[in-house]
């Protein structure tokens, strides 16, 4: 398996992003997809996820309201929407899929629910 996010860059706060991850390697609809970003200095952390329907989303209450995560299974494309960009979302962000179509409350946070990542994006937003 092999995901290739892309799309990151340097932005002023405000500004939107749009992050796309490509996968290969397995059956793309079969597994939930995430998004998890990390700052200098701090931990991995998870910013939203999509089953492998695309029916079922979730966000952390940090970015909930500004990103909107969605995918294209004929693509097997995960991508992220980052709108009304902080200088705390500044950090490199990583696609990752999940070991099952859906995962359920904290669960999707957890990143050992998580069996393939990609190599990350830096995204900087400036003040």
């Known amino acids: 398996v092999q995901l290739q996010a892309s799309g990151g860059g340097l932005v002023q706060a405000g500004d939107s992003l749009r992050l796309p991850c490509a996968a290969s390697?397995?059956?793309?609809?079969?597994?939930?997809m995430a998004w998890f970003r990390q700052a200098p200095g701090k931990e991995r952390e998870f910013v939203a996820g999509?089953?492998?329907?695309?029916?079922?989303?979730y966000y952390a209450d940090s970015v909930k309201g500004r990103f909107t995560i969605s995918r294209h299974n004929a693509n097997t494309t995960v991508y992220l929407q980052m709108n009304t960009l902080k200088p705390e979302d500044t950090a490199v962000y990583y696609c990752?899929?999940?070991?099952?179509?859906?995962?359920?409350?904290?669960?999707?946070?957890?990143?050992?629910?998580?069996?393939?990542w990609g190599q990350g994006t830096q995204v900087t937003v400036s003040s």
């Open positions: 999509i089953s492998g329907s695309g029916i079922t989303t």
């Open positions: 990752a899929t999940a070991n099952q179509r859906i995962l359920s409350g904290n669960r999707w946070s957890d990143s050992s629910k998580y069996g393939y």
């Open positions: 390697g397995r059956t793309f609809s079969d597994y939930a």
